[in-house]
């Protein structure tokens, strides 16, 4: 299993939903406060994490029942 957190990191600020919308990814960039994309989608697995520029850190690992999320990032925080 790959490293993942709980905790999101100050630099992720975004997320881009990847949901199956009309047999292709939804590609909407959302803000962290927004769980809820207007395709429909709640953030979920595969969702793409993402700095305020844009620049993609990460993706969510796995979405549990209660909810909580456990993130994956694949480069070290900036200082």
Same mark, same amino acid.
């Given at each position: 299993m790959p490293e993942t957190t709980k905790t999101i990191r100050a630099d992720h600020k975004k997320w881009k939903c990847n949901n199956n919308v009309d047999n292709k990814p939804c590609g909407k960039i959302n803000d962290m406060s927004i769980y809820l /994309?207007? /395709?429909?989608? /709640? %953030?979920? &697995? #595969? #969702?793409? &994490?993402?700095? &305020?520029?844009?620049?993609?850190?990460? %993706?969510?690992?796995?979405?549990? #029942? #209660?909810l909580s999320e456990d993130w994956e990032y694949f480069s070290p925080q900036k200082l």
């Open positions: /994309c207007n /395709c429909g989608s /709640c %953030r979920k &697995a #595969d #969702d793409e &994490a993402l700095t &305020a520029d844009g620049s993609t850190i990460g %993706r969510m690992y796995k979405l549990h #029942d #209660d």
